[in-house]
């Protein structure tokens, strides 16, 4: 059983903090007793009454990005765990990346995230402790489309290992989780309009289904605490068994 305290007397900065993902992540968090910190670009996506703290600044704008980091520390201190979940993609496969798409995509998922993270990571090093966890995607694993996208995050998964290696003596965790498809809003307004894709998504998932945001959450928050305190730089597919093997391949090639 988790303790309803384990992240007590702990202050944890989300960004991405009013997505479906991030949503989760905030609540799982705060229920076990965390001061969370949300961060995203807007105002109106804070508005979780799980959040201590509420920061706006924009990932692709690197002035925005310094004075966040600086609202942060100032009002919040240096976080003892930082989630770095904030991300997006809309070029899907090779044929929509233009010069301005994969730009777009780079900076948002790895150049901000980066610039973003690394002062708060060295401030956790100074004080020798932290835990740091990136929102992935199995897309950095495996091509499943996405291109820019999971170039970037392919970026995030190399740097996470830089930080677990060379900070570990410093007291600070580093660990990724990759995502498959989550059930959020952006899947139900998909379903919606196809009804069909939920067949087409049980033959390529293990467990018949894509996973729900809550247990994306509960691996975050696993990674972020101290039952692992031994595991750094460790990157976890948590995406229903799609990364693990080609089930159509079983299906239809051995089974047939």
Known sequence: MVSRAEFEGRTAVVTGAGGGLGSAIVAVLAGRGARVVGCDQSGEALASPHLASRHVFDLLDRASIEAGIAAVLDRDGVP??????????????????????????LDLNLTGVMTFADPLVKAMAARGSGSVVFISSVNAIAHFGNPAYAAAKAGINAYAKSIAVELGRSGVRANVV?????????????????????????????????????????????????????????VMPVDAGLTAGCLPFIDDILGA
């Open 80 to 105: 003892d765990i930082l989630i770095n979940n904030a991300g997006w993609t809309r070029a899907e496969t090779l044929d929509a990346l233009t010069a301005d798409t994969i730009e777009h995509e």
């Open 178 to 234: 990759c995502p498959g498809s989550i059930r959020t809003a952006a899947w139900d307004h998909r379903l919606a309009k196809n009804p069909d894709i939920i067949g087409k998504l049980q033959r390529l998932y293990p467990l018949g289904r894509i996973v729900n945001a809550s247990e994306v959450a509960e691996a975050v928050a696993f990674l972020a605490s101290d039952r692992a305190s031994g595991v750094t730089g460790v």
